[in-house]
């Protein structure tokens, strides 16, 4: 008798519509945002994220409006993410309805936002959204760094360093996207998954590549991930939330059913 | 028609648990409020809370609750939820030392670090996600099967001196009370208004709870 691994299923929004691209490109239509969520709800997911890829500002409300609409009928941890950068897009957030928040880029260019958040707010809002690629040759240690932009700008910032000073900062919870895999259908980055969730002594999301149900549980099996994250693998009904988590019961994982 | 107020102290998002209520049961009249008037005329009384204590506390004294919450512990249904819980206890390590309402005798400490689990991984603070809820007796549970899981966020926990009074508990890894309950109060280490649809059975029970056990 534990505390269950999580399967949070990530609804990425774009105009209030849910969307799934390859590597952040060639974006694929995949439904209503609230229908979606309500059928994550009844199969089981452990907590929803929203992820607002919203290009343009006028836009920004309708992501407001998807997660009132949710909050009023799902009662599971609800999370959003893209374009948060400032205390009042947090309040507006969580008066939505959600119960916490993805700061990603904002994080980066002043680290002090994710302090001052956290101490407005409460760390358990607080969730930092990292962004890593590997830097590292081949036959090198394995080394990972932050990206901006959507995976197009360096940083230099090493991730697990910088997944620790964000713990340092207030963050109450990781969300880790290996930018190398994202979109690939080809499993997570373990290794990276590892690295950080070994070193911060917060929980970790493991996300970026899930192509299967084995990766799921290799995600918390072998990349010691506290929750795992995938989109389109449910989206588009190849899999759903409860065959998920059968999947890694068998495998000897703890989970909600 | 039934009533029920959340009280209002300025610590976290009330919108969640006020939803969840009146999801729960549509015919009862659910107030966020500040109000010592609106609190101190409504059937039932939820507290809830998020965030650290010596806020939690500095607000409750600021605003002239603590003895709004006091008396309304003394006279009908309370239910105390996360922070709301934990301020009911007699004093917490969170911060110092931090002095609580004292409703329920005991404290309130912080999980150890370098805790591990059966297979040697470091457990993670905050304790965060869906754990089992082992129940004691109590007409809250109604209609909850043992052992159900409910989503939990916290990195402190109740210890109460009276053990008679923890109606049930979780284990991480050790078990620790993660729920209180004497005469017309309970309280919830957990959150009910997140825990699906055994959370909603809970605040359900809650409305329709008369006090007595």
Same mark, same amino acid.
């Given at each position: 008798m534990s505390l269950a691994k999580r399967i949070i299923p990530c609804l990425d929004v774009d105009n209030g519509r849910v969307v799934k691209g390859v590597k952040f490109v060639d974006i694929r239509d995949a439904g209503d945002p609230v229908e979606i969520a309500r059928r994550y709800d009844r199969e089981g997911a452990d907590e929803i994220t929203f992820l607002d890829i919203t290009a343009t500002h006028d836009n920004r409300d309708t992501i407001v409006h998807v997660v009132e609409q949710v909050a009023s009928e799902v009662f599971i941890p609800l999370t959003v993410g893209g374009g948060i950068r400032t205390l009042e897009d947090i309040r507006r957030m &969580?008066?939505?309805? !959600? /119960?916490?928040?993805?700061?990603?880029?904002a994080a980066v260019f002043n680290p002090e936002f994710v302090k001052l958040a956290a101490e407005k707010f409460g760390s358990q809002c607080i969730v930092v959204a990292i962004d890593a690629k590997k830097v590292s040759a081949a036959g090198e240690p394995e080394r990972w760094e932050i990206f901006t932009h959507g995976g197009r700008k360096p940083t230099g910032i090493n991730a697990v360093d910088w997944a620790e000073k964000m713990r340092v900062y207030g963050a109450g919870e990781i969300l880790?996207?290996?930018m190398d895999r994202d979109g690939t259908k080809s499993g997570f980055d373990l290794a990276l998954t590892r690295a950080i969730s070994e070193a911060v002594s917060i929980p970790v999301i493991a996300s970026?590549?899930?192509?299967? &149900?084995?990766?799921? !549980? /290799?995600g918390i099996l072998l990349g010691k991930a506290d929750a795992v994250l995938a989109a389109s693998i449910f989206h588009f009904a190849e899999y759903t939330i409860e065959q998920a988590k059968l999947h890694m019961q068998a495998k000897g994982i703890e989970v909600r059913l | 028609m039934s009533s029920v107020a959340v009280i209002d102290y300025g610590m976290g998002n009330l919108h969640s648990i006020a939803?969840?209520?009146?999801?729960a049961d549509a015919g009862v009249n659910v107030q966020i409020s500040a109000d010592p008037q609106v609190i101190n005329a409504a059937d039932r009384v939820v507290f809830p809370g998020v965030g650290a204590m010596r806020d939690c506390m500095q607000a409750l004294h600021d605003t002239g609750l603590a003895d709004v919450i006091r008396e309304a512990a003394a006279s009908k249904p309370l239910l105390g939820i996360c922070l709301g819980m934990q301020a009911?206890?007699?004093?917490?390590?969170?911060?110092?030392?931090?002095p609580c309402l004292n409703v329920f005798e005991g404290h309130v400490?912080?999980?150890?670090?370098?805790?591990?689990?059966?297979?040697?991984?470091t457990l993670k603070i905050p304790h965060m996600g869906w754990n089992q809820v082992k129940q004691q007796a109590h007409p809250l549970w109604d209609n909850i099967p043992q052992n159900s899981r409910f989503y939990f966020v916290h990195s402190?926990?109740?210890?109460p001196d009276h053990i008679e009074e923890s109606i049930a508990s979780s284990d991480y890894p050790q078990p620790f009370t993660c729920a209180l309950a004497k005469n017309q109060i309970f309280a919830v280490q957990f959150h009910p208004e997140k825990s699906q649809t055994v959370g909603l059975q809970l605040l359900k029970n809650f409305l329709h709870w008369n006090g007595r056990f």
């Open positions: &969580l008066n939505a309805g !959600a /119960d916490k928040v993805g700061i990603n880029s880790l996207t290996s970026g590549g899930v192509g299967n &149900l084995d990766h799921l !549980a /290799d | 939803k969840a209520l009146q999801h009911l206890l007699s004093d917490s390590e969170e911060g110092g030392n931090i400490r912080r999980f150890s670090e370098h805790l591990t689990d059966k297979d040697g991984n402190y926990y109740a210890v």
